[in-house]
């Protein structure tokens, strides 16, 4: 499978993203990240409710075991960002050790970069907080990340 099939996507900046100003609002571009991270496991192979939890009444599907919270998260803007614009949402996913992993994310609007951010997660157990091994669905959307950008895993 083709990494940038994953790791490169888009999105169109809409009229409910911006501020008074005709601008993107600021947060919504971490809330967009945090779409281009789930949308890269779908596309990769990963459903949703092999990593995150669901909160449907009644469901079957099993809560995961673990839960990969943002620790950390920081962005910068580089360039305003207006209703229509299409936007390439480039995802670069690298782990920091066997229980957590960053997500680097770039926002281009033509050749321009408009926006770049970063979310860093930590895997830990659910029912008792503490830390733990990233799940194996993940591990797997690590590794072959990076060998889609030419690293080798450890």
């Known amino acids: 499978m083709d990494p940038s099939s994953w790791l490169q996507l888009k999105r169109t900046v809409r009229f409910g993203d911006t501020d008074a100003a005709g601008v993107v609002h600021f947060p919504r571009v971490l809330h967009w990240c945090h779409e281009a991270y789930e949308q890269s496991l779908e596309r990769f192979g990963i459903a949703a409710a092999e990593v995150?939890?669901?909160?449907?009444?009644?469901?079957?599907?099993?809560?995961?075991?673990?839960?990969?919270?943002?620790?950390?998260?920081?962005?910068?803007?580089?360039?305003?960002?207006?209703?229509?614009?299409?936007?390439?949402v480039q995802l670069e996913p690298r782990r920091l050790d066997p229980g957590s992993f960053e997500l680097h994310?770039?926002?281009?609007?033509?050749?321009?970069?408009?926006?770049?951010?970063?979310?860093?997660?930590?895997?830990?157990?659910?029912?008792?907080?503490?830390?733990?091994?990233?799940?194996?669905?993940?591990?797997?959307?690590?590794?072959?990340?990076?060998?889609g950008r030419g690293v080798q895993p450890l």
């Open 52 to 88: 995150f939890p669901t909160a449907a009444a009644g469901s079957s599907a099993p809560v995961p075991a673990v839960a990969l919270p943002v620790v950390h998260c920081q962005a910068d803007y580089r360039a305003p960002l207006v209703c229509g614009d299409a936007l390439l």
């Open 105 to 147: 994310v770039t926002f281009h609007c033509g050749e321009r970069e408009a926006a770049r951010a970063l979310s860093r997660h930590l895997a830990i157990e659910a029912a008792s907080r503490r830390r733990c091994p990233l799940p194996e669905p993940i591990n797997r959307w690590l590794e072959a990340s990076a060998l």
